[in-house]
């Protein structure tokens, strides 16, 4: 970890960091959450992980929205993926950044972008923006970010601007999704885009503005996030550790009916 870099330009991007079975492992568990709601739709299609997890995520989007957007969601719920980003390797890089009592912000984030996975009415990447004005937590939050597949200039690459970092709380609007950073605050000029292959690590500050590169890009991308807030960081203890994630639960059921006892039973067989 250069601590010199991450301090003056804001990001640091840690090479080779994560092994690389580790990736394939996890999106192994991926492609099965997209192929079993493919199969519900589809019983004849066989489990098949070689074709491609992007090819069945296009056949799924193509028969049923709602059920690719669930498979997609289930996947910040894996697992895999929590302990993924919080594998030692990545904790040593963050003690080493003085996030001396960590703790994980909210539920992880799975990225996906892709020219042949538009959803209606829906996104293709994030505008500029910081991250801590969505948390609030300490100052010294620390964003973790790390591809899944490899990125390149032309693949939507994570894009920030070295040091702006150090112009603190920016002013914008609240969108559905984030918190847009005001357009005449920052030159659009000054993006870097960061190539970063399957297991290099993106540590960022939440100060750091960044976005998602759009522009002239193709293909397939899936990306994972999280961040950790720094409990010892004196303005987060005088504050009483606030967050601005809420959880919530829908408490009526979802299914009328559903489960009956015999189903409840036969699990248990």
Known sequence: MDIKQFNQ??????????????????????YQLFHLQLKRLQPEIKYNPTLGLYDEMQQLLGLDVDAYLSAARRCAKLVKLHHYLSHKKILNEIDILNIKLPTIVTEPIVHISADKLTIPGGYAGFETHQDWPSIQGSLDCIVVWTPLVKVSKI?????VIPKSHKEGLLSGHKTSNLYKIDTNLFDANNFVSLEADIGDVIFMTSWTLHRTGIENSKGFRIACSTRYDNCLEPTFIERGFPCAYKRTVDRDLIAE???????VRNIYK
């Open 155 to 159: 693949n939507f690459p994570l894009q």
């Open 257 to 263: 009916n559903f489960p009956s006892k015999e189903t």
């Open 9 to 30: 330009e804001g990001f640091y991007i840690s090479k080779g960091l994560l092994p690389k079975q580790d990736t394939e492992s996890l999106l192994d568990d991926i």
